[in-house]
């Protein structure tokens, strides 16, 4: 038993923190699948326990602006480290333009390998400006520096569409200005350098924690041999696929590979340079073990192209993936996982596959690995590989049901466990779906109070960024709900930046809980403290501090 603190303030089970990914907080009700759903156990808790609204987007999380919106990794990164790192968006930001980046050894290799071996230079990677994944900026750049002044004859750019961190159907706002850029810099420089292939990024080479494989395998066919379904141009494909598939959002956009009269125009070959170009590690992973791994055995890669290949960044810090990367990661330190495990606290993160890695390997500062395997375990409920608006229950069930079986064995301190369903669902655009998605959290929800109260634990209840909340696009100046000509709302797949929900439930009223009002702009990074607080640890100088007083401390 290590809850001597707990016991001493009269708990006498576990403190539990459940993540609501993609469930924050809006005051609009027109498209808030969250204020519309049928939320019995929420509402009570807002009604009957201390709560309050934590920032999760922008500078709060370490992000260049307060215009980007949250997202899982910076947010449980934030969670998990307990106070702001600048994370990847900005890093880059800063790398190119203090010229760092240009100068490291690794762009020094991939310029040098391509030119001695009369090879082209490609580009893969998140075709938006989202900053979730990725930014154009930072592709532009590095075309620009490329063309202009390494002189690199020949570059290939594969584009993944985006559509999830950007309006639902605006791949061609990306597309257009893009061909008309690269005509420029092309007769500018002298050079050639087109669009070769590309395809939505839930359909092609994103996935993540191993949900999907068959993705990357899929991504592989299109970017490296350069076989599928062939077009003219990216316009082409994306007007044709519309076209074809009434209703198709670009996240979910088929593959295609651009080809003119000779064929391919950019298959990779020995002798080639490859840029992933997205600095968020998650979705990147998988295509860099394609490229890296001598013995890889997930699909077949025909043709395995001998390349100089790289990532934007060290996508995982542990098994240090990719082996070559342009921008150092945030070398997040001194985690709460970490300093509860020098305590002896005994901890479990758990959530299906989509959301794994979020309450681990984000959670952990991006590290794979555990601190101290004797006092943690890792749980992943395999999740299902369905369109999610199908299902939008996902594993919350599944997930529940082990929660509230380790509450009540009195295995673990502390316990995270993470929901995707407001997420996963709320990036389908779908709005009954996500309203769906919200309940079955509710429903949930309501078994893991029950098993605290039981238990004498004590439970608390947050989110990593917002989405769900905000289904519907809405007009940047006027802030009004955008229609459809029609005059149906346009859906919006992408996250919000609202803030989210910090409850409080200690159902037996001993601790008198209370939020601290002197804490200046709670968000986020708070919860690791506080979390430390609770279970009896001090938290060090440099967490930001926690949210809570207790009248029994
Ligand atoms: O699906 C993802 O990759 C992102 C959105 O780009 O969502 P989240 O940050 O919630 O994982
Ligand atoms: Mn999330
Ligand atoms: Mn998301």
């Known amino acids: 038993m290590k809850w001597e603190k707990l016991l001493k303030d009269g708990l006498t089970g576990p403190l539990t923190l459940v993540i609501m990914d993609g469930i924050g907080f809006s005051e609009r009700r027109e498209g808030n699948a969250v204020a519309?759903?049928?939320?019995?156990?929420?509402?009570?808790?807002?009604?009957?326990?201390?709560?309050?609204?934590?920032?999760?987007?922008?500078?709060?999380?370490?992000?260049?602006?307060?215009?980007?919106?949250?997202?899982?990794?910076?947010?449980?990164?934030?969670?998990?480290?307990?106070?702001?790192?600048?994370?990847?968006?900005?890093?880059?930001?800063?790398?190119?333009?203090t010229g760092r980046l240009f100068q490291g050894k690794t762009w020094r290799h991939l310029m040098d390998y391509c030119r001695e071996n009369n090879g082209t230079l490609h580009f893969i990677g998140l075709f938006s400006d989202g900053n979730v994944h990725s930014h154009l900026d930072h592709l532009r750049a590095m075309l620009e520096r490329a063309a202009l002044v390494e002189k690199i004859p020949r570059g290939r750019i594969h584009i993944l569409l985006d559509g999830r961190d950007v309006g639902e159907t605006s791949a061609l706002e990306y597309v257009d200005p893009f061909e008309a850029y690269l005509?420029?810099?092309?007769?500018?420089?002298?050079?050639?350098?087109?669009?070769?292939?590309?395809?939505?990024?839930?359909a092609v080479t994103m996935d993540r924690y191993e949900?999907?494989?068959?993705?990357?395998?899929?991504?592989?066919?299109?970017?490296?041999?350069?076989r599928g379904r062939t077009f003219r141009s990216a316009r082409e494909a994306i007007e044709t696929y519309r076209r074809e598939i009434p209703g198709i959002i670009d996240q979910d956009l088929p593959p295609f590979v651009i080809a003119d009269d000779q064929g391919p125009v950019g298959p990779i070959r020995d002798g080639d340079s490859v840029i992933f170009f997205n600095f968020r590690g998650d979705r990147a992973i998988e295509i860099s073990r394609a490229f890296e791994e001598e013995n890889f055995d997930k699909f077949q890669r025909d043709p395995y192209p001998k390349v100089a290949y790289a990532g934007?960044?060290?996508?995982?810090?542990?098994?240090?993936?990719?082996?070559?990367?342009?921008?150092?990661?945030?070398?997040?330190?001194?985690?709460?996982?970490?300093?509860?495990?020098?305590q002896g606290i005994r901890q479990?993160?758990?959530?299906?596959t989509q959301k794994f890695g979020h309450v681990t390997y984000f959670w952990n500062g991006n590290r794979s690995g555990k601190f101290d395997p004797e006092l943690e375990e890792y749980v992943e409920v395999p999740s299902d590989q369905v369109p999610f608006?199908?299902?939008?229950?996902?594993?919350?069930?599944?997930?529940?049901?082990?929660?509230?079986?380790?509450?009540?064995?009195?295995?673990?301190?502390?316990?995270?466990?993470?929901?995707?369903?407001?997420?996963?669902?709320?990036?389908?655009?779908?709005y009954q779906a996500a309203h769906i998605a919200v309940e079955?959290?509710?429903?949930?929800?309501?078994?893991?109070?029950?098993?605290?109260?039981?238990?004498?634990?004590?439970?608390?209840?947050?989110?990593?960024?917002?989405?769900?909340?905000?289904?519907?696009?809405?007009?940047?100046?006027?802030?009004?709900?955008?229609?459809?000509?029609?005059?149906?709302?346009?859906?919006?797949?992408?996250?919000?930046?609202?803030?989210?929900?910090?409850?409080?439930?200690?159902?037996?009223?001993?601790?008198?809980?209370?939020?601290?009002?002197?804490?200046?702009?709670?968000?986020?990074?708070?919860?690791?403290?506080?979390?430390?607080?609770?279970?009896?640890?001090?938290?060090?100088?440099?967490?930001?501090?926690?949210?809570?007083?207790?009248?029994?401390?």
Request: a negative charge; glycine letters at 10%.
């Open 183 to 202: 005509q420029d810099l092309n007769s500018r420089a002298g050079v050639d350098y087109r669009i070769a292939s590309g395809g939505g990024r839930m």
């Open 36 to 97: 519309d759903a049928h939320t019995p156990h929420l509402d009570w808790l807002l009604a009957h326990c201390p709560h309050g609204l934590l920032k999760a987007h922008g500078t709060a999380v370490g992000l260049p602006s307060d215009k980007d919106m949250g997202n899982s990794e910076v947010g449980h990164n934030a969670m998990g480290a307990g106070r702001i790192y600048a994370q990847g968006a900005r890093l880059v930001n800063e790398a190119i333009e």
């Open 312 to 342: 934007m960044m060290e996508y995982d810090g542990d098994l240090h993936i990719p082996r070559s990367y342009l921008v150092e990661p945030p070398h997040i330190e001194k985690t709460v996982s970490e300093l509860l495990c020098a």
């Open 440 to 553: 079955a959290v509710d429903l949930c929800l309501g078994r893991i109070m029950r098993a605290v109260r039981e238990a004498g634990g004590m439970l608390l209840v947050t989110a990593d960024h917002g989405n769900a909340e905000e289904m519907y696009e809405l007009d940047k100046k006027t802030g009004e709900v955008k229609r459809h000509a029609d005059g149906t709302p346009k859906a919006k797949t992408s996250h919000s930046l609202n803030p989210v929900w910090f409850l409080v439930y200690e159902p037996s009223g001993k601790l008198q809980v209370r939020f601290d009002p002197e804490v200046p702009d709670p968000g986020l990074t708070n919860i690791a403290a506080t979390c430390m607080q609770i279970l009896g640890v001090k938290p060090p100088d440099f967490y930001d501090p926690p949210l809570l007083l207790f009248a029994a401390s």
């Open 348 to 352: 479990l993160a758990i959530s299906e």
């Open 211 to 226: 949900a999907d494989w068959s993705m990357v395998a899929r991504g592989w066919e299109t970017h490296v041999a350069g």
């Open 389 to 430: 608006e199908e299902r939008p229950w996902m594993k919350a069930a599944e997930i529940t049901d082990r929660v509230v079986e380790e509450i009540r064995g009195g295995r673990f301190d502390f316990m995270r466990l993470n929901f995707a369903n407001g997420d996963m669902v709320g990036h389908t655009g779908i």
